[in-house]
């Protein structure tokens, strides 16, 4: 079962991508990472390592501070 945590950050994803207008594919190749761990991540089934997080925030146009804002 995934943690609070996990949760948040899959959640924060899916909304700012939507938010974007980004398909998952698109996202993940603005972040430079496959699709299908993009969409693990929005699951909250894979704990995500800050580099990735960093890169999909900046493809979101997020800072990490503002990503994390509401945990």
Do not use: Y
């Not at 996990?6 to 998952?24: E, N, P």
């Amino acid at each position: 079962m995934p943690d609070r945590v996990l949760l948040f950050v899959a959640r924060r994803i899916r909304t700012l991508r939507k938010r974007s207008g980004f398909t998952q594919v698109e996202l993940a190749n603005k972040s430079e990472i496959a699709r299908e761990t993009l969409s693990k991540i929005e699951r909250g089934n894979w704990e995500v390592g800050l580099i990735i997080l960093a890169r999909i925030a900046k493809a979101l146009g997020v800072s990490l501070a503002e990503f994390f804002e509401g945990l």
